[in-house]
């Protein structure tokens, strides 16, 4: 059982926005502690989408936006594309595991 | 760029040790930074093994502390995991990758696939 939840799998249409959650803790999220996410397309490794709850890296489309509040925090995409049909992960400090926590991961369906 | 490159045998017998290594290229092992190891078993999500600093220091998930080691080798340029006592559940895609901006692992390799298999 993950220390983040997240849900299984989320859908959409083409051009639709969607939203991924990430529920945490008192010793995670709630402590402050910043949220990441990835994208893993099929068969290859994580890319980072999100850093720092909010920030996103060179080159990542700014369809993709990140937020946090509280003991949780959500990742937003806009315009749906196939493209995006992927695996999401979420992933903060956890100050119980002494180091770093990982969401179960969702999968987003285009549909 | 940075790029990190893992190497290892593919297949382990259950009960022995996986050794694998990462290189690192286009930066340097001994700059300010953390440097992790992750596995994701077949079909299921990510898991944090553990990291270690330009200085030596290490972290290890507390699940798979007792069977962990990570090293630095800052002459070749990379850093290894030696995780001992293997079973079947240690099968997984193994990826290495940097703790960059934010403590978020900016940087990643293509991850290699250990099988626990006798």
């Known amino acids: 059982q993950s220390v983040l939840t997240q849900p299984p799998s989320v859908s959409g249409a083409p051009g639709q926005r969607v939203t991924i959650s990430c529920t945490g803790s008192?010793?995670?999220?709630?402590?402050?502690?910043?949220v990441h996410w990835y994208q893993q397309l099929p068969g290859t490794a994580p890319k980072l989408l999100i850093y720092g709850n909010s920030n996103r890296p060179s080159g990542v489309p700014d369809r993709f936006s990140g937020s946090k509040s509280g003991t949780s925090a959500s990742l937003a995409i806009t315009g749906l594309q196939a493209e995006d049909e992927a695996d999401y992960y979420c992933q903060a400090y956890d100050s119980r595991l002494s180091g770093s926590a990982f969401g179960g991961g969702t999968k987003l369906t285009v549909l | 760029q940075v790029l990190l490159q893992e190497s290892g045998p593919g297949l382990v017998k259950p009960s022995g040790t996986l050794s694998l290594t990462c290189a690192v290229s286009?930066?340097?092992?001994?700059?300010?930074?953390?440097w992790t190891w992750v596995r994701q078993p077949p079909g299921k999500g990510l898991e944090w093994i553990g990291e270690i600093y330009h200085s030596g220091s290490t972290s290890y998930n507390p699940s798979l502390k007792s069977r962990v080691t990570i090293s630095l080798d800052k002459s070749k340029n990379q850093f290894s995991l030696r995780l001992t006592s293997v079973t079947a559940a240690d099968t997984a895609v193994y990826y290495c990758a940097r703790v960059g901006v934010a403590a978020a692992n900016d940087y990643w390799g293509q991850g290699i696939l250990v099988t626990v298999s006798s």
């Open positions: 008192s010793s995670n999220i709630g402590a402050g502690y910043d």
């Open positions: 286009g930066g340097s092992i001994s700059s300010a930074n953390w």
